[in-house]
């Protein structure tokens, strides 16, 4: 769904998100989800930013229930060294903004309780975003540098898998929680995403393959 645009950059809403959003509010986790969404913004602009930075055209930064992903453009034939630092500029991003909070902390910007709950959301989304798999920050990195030795074609089928059964995991886990009583709709719907952009990923043809 597109929301608009910023110096030719088309902004974009997954589809998915809004039922994530709801899932969130439902289980009261409305603060939570307005800070996570200003993390999320200022994960993806990183990515923007350091694309812009090494000479790639941003074409459009999409908002998702794990953060965002900026479509760039070429990026199936980009690899290497470049491609891999516009993957790991978010989860950069992520921990110098969970830097900041502790910075805040000390000059009472800040309360203790505030800082400690933003730099957890930066962590986990940085912790979890550097998990090898496709969609994820870190499954592109590594596909970036790894891709001319081995091949985009077979890193692209091995990293989306991973993407799968990372997916299928977490949905086992929040099937799991379901079966003794803790429902999180958002595990679920966070789940199920990642299960379908994994798939959407190597459906996309390379430029080797």
Request: charged share 10%; glycine share 12%.
């Amino acid at each position: 769904m597109r929301a608009g645009s910023i110096r030719g950059v088309v902004l974009e809403a997954h589809p998915a998100l809004p039922l994530f959003m709801a899932a969130m509010c439902a289980q009261g986790l409305g603060r939570t989800l307005a800070v996570g969404v200003v993390v999320l913004v200022l994960h993806e602009l990183a990515h923007a930013l350091a694309a812009h930075l090494l000479g790639m055209r941003v074409l459009s930064l999409e908002l998702t229930p794990f953060g965002a992903c900026a479509h760039l453009e070429g990026l199936r034939e980009q690899v290497g060294a470049r491609c891999a630092l516009v993957a790991l500029a978010g989860p950069a991003a992520n921990a110098l903004l969970a830097a900041a909070a502790l910075a805040c902390v000390g000059g009472g910007v800040l309360s203790r309780w505030e800082a400690l709950r933003f730099v957890r959301l930066n962590l986990v989304l940085m912790g979890f975003n550097l998990l090898p798999a496709l969609p994820l920050d870190g499954g592109r990195a590594l596909m970036a540098l790894l891709a001319p030795r081995l091949g985009a074609e077979r890193c692209l089928h091995a990293f989306s898998a991973a993407g799968e059964m990372l997916g299928g995991l977490l949905l086992a886990l929040g099937v799991w929680g379901a079966t003794r009583g803790v429902l999180n709709l958002s595990l679920l719907l966070a789940a199920s995403y990642l299960i379908y952009a994994a798939a959407r990923e190597r459906s996309v043809p390379t430029a080797d393959g």
